[in-house]
C-alpha cells in the first residue's frame, strides 16, 4: 500500500512537541518532508533527530508576516512546492475572566488567531504558486465550539480560528486548496503542564478530565495527528470547510445525569 502522503511536502508550526510533533512524525513516516516550524528549536531539533532526512527545522514566529514570508521565500528546500500547511501553534490561558490581562489576551489573540490568519494566508499564496491545490489544517479546539467561563479568550481564538477556516475554504475552493479545523478535547501534552500544578500530581488531573469525556480518556497527541492525517491526505479530497471533532464524544450532548 502506498503512503498518504508519498512526495508531499508540509509545514508543521508548533512542531516542537505535543500534537505538532506527533504530526510531523506521523506526516514522515507516510511519505511527506517535514518542515519542523517553531520558536522552540532545540525542541524542533528534537523533532527532526526523531525523524530523520524527512524534516527539518525552521525558527518561525507564527505572529510575524515577515516570518512566514521569510519561510515561503527560502524555507520550503525539503520537498520544493508547498502541499500541506498544519497551524498547529497554540497558547492557552486560564483563570477568572474578571482578572484575564490584556497581555495574556493580546498572546493569545497573536498566536492562536494571527499566527493562523497569517499561516493561511501565505501558505494559500504559495499553494497557488504551485498549483497543484494543498491542504490546510487548522488546530482549534472544542472551545472554539463551545465557551468555558475559564477560558475565555482562548475560546474566543479558537473560535475565530473555526470561522477563519470555514472563510479560507470558501475562498481556496476555487483553486482546489481545502482547509479544514480539527477541534479536541483535552490532550495529554506539555499544554496540560501548567494546569498539571494544580492538583496533586498528573494522574490526577488527567483522571478528573477522562470523566469528562464519554469514551473515558482524554486524548493523545497521536490521536490528533491521526485526525489531521485524514484531513491532509487525499483520501478527505472532498472534504473543506468542516469542523473534524476528536473529543471522545464530548460534545454529543448532555451527560447521563437525567437517569435515577
Known amino acids: 500500500m502506498a503512503s498518504r502522503l508519498e512526495g508531499k511536502a508540509a509545514i508543521v508550526t508548533g512542531g516542537a512537541s505535543g500534537i505538532g510533533r506527533a504530526t510531523c512524525k506521523l506526516f514522515?513516516?507516510?511519505?511527506?518532508?517535514?518542515?519542523?516550524?517553531?520558536?522552540?528549536?532545540?525542541?524542533?531539533?528534537?523533532?527532526?533527530?526523531?525523524?530523520?532526512?524527512?524534516?527539518?527545522?525552521?525558527?518561525?514566529d507564527v505572529t510575524k508576516e515577515e516570518a512566514w514570508e521569510g519561510l515561503m521565500a527560502g524555507g520550503l528546500g525539503v520537498g520544493g512546492n508547498l502541499d500541506i500547511l498544519v497551524n498547529c501553534a497554540g497558547i492557552g490561558r486560564a483563570g477568572d475572566f474578571e482578572e484575564l490581562?490584556?497581555?495574556?489576551?493580546?498572546?493569545?489573540?497573536?498566536?492562536?488567531?494571527?499566527?493562523?490568519?497569517?499561516?493561511?494566508?501565505?501558505?494559500?499564496?504559495?499553494?497557488?504558486?504551485?498549483?497543484?491545490?494543498?491542504?490546510?489544517?487548522?488546530?482549534?479546539?472544542?472551545?472554539?465550539?463551545v465557551g468555558g467561563d475559564d477560558i475565555a479568550g482562548y475560546s474566543a481564538t479558537k473560535g475565530g480560528v473555526t470561522m477563519?477556516?470555514?472563510?479560507?475554504?470558501?475562498?481556496?475552493?476555487?483553486?482546489?486548496?481545502?482547509?479544514?479545523?480539527?477541534?479536541?478535547?483535552?490532550?495529554?501534552?506539555?499544554?496540560?503542564?501548567?494546569?498539571?500544578?494544580?492538583?496533586?500530581?498528573?494522574?490526577?488531573?488527567?483522571?478528573?478530565?477522562?470523566?469528562?469525556?464519554?469514551?473515558?480518556?482524554?486524548?493523545?497527541p497521536q490521536d490528533i495527528a491521526n485526525a489531521i492525517l485524514f484531513l491532509a491526505s487525499d483520501e478527505a479530497a472532498i472534504v473543506t470547510g468542516s469542523a473534524l471533532l476528536a473529543d471522545g464524544g464530548q460534545l454529543a450532548g448532555l451527560p447521563s445525569a437525567h437517569t435515577g
Open 101 to 145: 490581562s490584556l497581555e495574556d489576551w493580546n498572546a493569545m489573540v497573536a498566536v492562536n488567531l494571527t499566527g493562523v490568519f497569517l499561516g493561511c494566508k501565505h501558505g494559500v499564496r504559495a499553494m497557488r504558486q504551485a498549483g497543484n491545490g494543498g491542504s490546510i489544517v487548522n488546530i482549534s479546539s472544542i472551545a472554539g465550539l
Open 164 to 220: 477563519l477556516t470555514k472563510s479560507v475554504a470558501l475562498h481556496g475552493a476555487r483553486f482546489g486548496i481545502r482547509c479544514n479545523s480539527v477541534h479536541p478535547t483535552y490532550v495529554d501534552s506539555e499544554m496540560l503542564d501548567p494546569v498539571a500544578e494544580a492538583f496533586p500530581d498528573r494522574e490526577t488531573m488527567l483522571a478528573g478530565m477522562a470523566k469528562l469525556v464519554p469514551l473515558g480518556r482524554v486524548a493523545t
Open 28 to 60: 514522515a513516516q507516510e511519505g511527506a518532508n517535514v518542515i519542523v516550524a517553531d520558536l522552540d528549536m532545540d525542541g524542533a531539533q528534537a523533532t527532526v533527530e526523531a525523524i530523520g532526512a524527512a524534516a527539518c527545522p525552521y525558527t518561525l
